[in-house]
């Protein structure tokens, strides 16, 4: 049976987004369905409660936005994410995503005031089926000035580095702050759109090597990993925090 899967893309104008999530879910699973909804245009999902709800889990993007901005489009996507949650629907943020899904369900984001860019070390907390196959320290490129500052009610830490929490779970929802579906050309794309010393996207642009790209691919494992989580949640169920799905 195939897996419907709705992605939620949080960036703003023709970006990269969508195709880079297309591919990895494609490529963690062979009958993943996609429907892909904007946004920034006010695009939302059926909510989990309506008779046109048909989908197996959901994907928040990136995006060039933080997600404490007072836009419309926040705040209409943060009631549906609240009661999507509360039907425990599985999620998996990514970066934006990883923040959104932490401040909606009542954790906090703040600015760094500074950014942290380019491929990363990171080093795993405790063991989570996302991470299955995932290296206790593995690499994956970042690209972000705002972090998790506090976590939500009952949520634990997955992943952590030195700028701070870097992935985790509350009930059915997964954060990740850094990027597993970003490919070389990604990489090099949102480096040069940076609005940093030409010294510093300079090294950024040098690290992304053959070796760096290779070393990232462990951290694509999230994908087929939160497929297998859809697969074994039990549609309608709350999200009880420590349960094992």
Known sequence: MAR???????SLGDTPAERNLRRELAA????????????????????AASPEWNYDGVV????????????????????????????????????????????????????????????????????????DEVPTEFVSFETHSDRVAELPPGASVLARNDYGVQAFRVGSAYGVQFHPEYDRQTAVWVTESKDLPDERIQ???????????????????????????????????????????
């Open 203 to 245: 090294a950024v642009l040098d690290a992304i090597t053959d070796e760096t790209v290779a070393e990232a691919e462990a951290a694509k494992a999230v994908f087929p990993n939160f497929l297998d989580f859809v697969d074994s949640h039990q549609p309608g169920t709350a999200p009880l925090e420590g349960r094992r799905y």
């Open 60 to 131: 928040v993007s990136g995006s060039q936005t933080s997600v404490y901005e007072d836009r419309e489009w926040i705040h209409d996507a943060t009631a549906w994410l609240r009661e999507s949650h509360a039907a425990g629907v599985p999620m998996l943020g990514i970066c934006w995503g990883h923040q959104f899904i932490a401040q909606a369900l009542g954790g906090r984001v703040v600015d760094m005031g500074e950014y942290e860019l380019g491929y990363r070390e990171l080093s795993r907390v405790g063991t989570d089926p996302l991470f």
């Open 4 to 10: 419907h899967i709705a992605v939620l893309d949080a």
């Open 28 to 47: 963690a699973a062979e009958d993943v369905v996609v429907d892909v909804y904007k946004l920034p245009t006010g695009a939302l999902p059926p909510t």
